[in-house]
């Protein structure tokens, strides 16, 4: 490996590499090589089944791989998955929640699991005031009302927006949001993306963003891989998301093309 490639492995934010995958010996993730340096969107893509859950998992060291390495924020997963955890904020599929536990029981517990100083949180734990106004983060997602209810009771995009501010809790260097911005309203994802924005052009974060919505990556990623069938079959850098800012329609039919030729 060069200087230069070894410098950048050392300053990301995720390093990944020759990272392979399997349940129950069945090989899912092939190689995975991966560098995100801080201050960028990197859009994750795949059709159903490509294993971009899969990666993100192993990215949290909630899988274990059988081979290769993550790295969050210079901190390797498999040896220290306390630290790396705390640099890591994974917005999990709304699906994916505790149901039966109430959005402040579980904002409770990722504050715990990510060892925040207190047994509850301040407003501080989610980053600078400015950052959201003059409100609570609670009040500014309207999540005040649903605390308290089962998860399983709120809507699609309000357990959203209780997985994106527990993913928030402890100002990660890393943020993966598997699906998150979908279920959100109109008001909730400005209000999201505009946060999240602020970090990663103050370089403090950097973003994973799993979707099957093409005009999201289009519009917010500086970067893109695809996967295909457990390995990195395609790459975009910051001047093809550029063009693809000045011709989604464009992007989109490329992305298609390529789904299609893989099939
Ligand atoms: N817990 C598991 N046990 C066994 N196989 C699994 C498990 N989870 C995923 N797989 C398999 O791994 C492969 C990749 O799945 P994965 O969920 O990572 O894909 P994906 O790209 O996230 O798909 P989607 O877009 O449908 O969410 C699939 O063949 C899937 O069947």
Known sequence: MSGAADAARMDAVLAVSGLTVGYGGQVVLRGIDLVLPPGQWLGLLGANGAG???????????????????????VDVLADPVRARRALGYAVDPAALPMVLSGRDYLRLVASAKGLARPDWGRSDWGRPDDWGADDPVVVLDLARW?????????????????????????????????????????????????????????????ILATHALESVAAHCSAAIMLEGGAVACRWDAADLAAARRDPAGFGDAVMTLLMARR
């Open 147 to 207: 605390m308290d209810v089962p998860l399983e009771t709120c809507s699609l995009g309000t357990r959203a927006k209780f997985a994106i501010l527990a993913a928030l809790l402890g100002s990660p260097r890393l943020l993966i949001l598997d699906e998150s911005l979908n279920g959100l309203d109109p008001l909730a994802a400005w209000q999201v993306r505009r946060i999240i924005d602020a970090r990663v052009r103050a370089g403090t974060c950097s973003v």
């Open 52 to 74: 971009k859950s899969t990666l993100l998992r192993a990215v949290s060291g909630l899988v274990p791989p059988l081979a290769g390495q993550v790295a969050i924020d210079g």
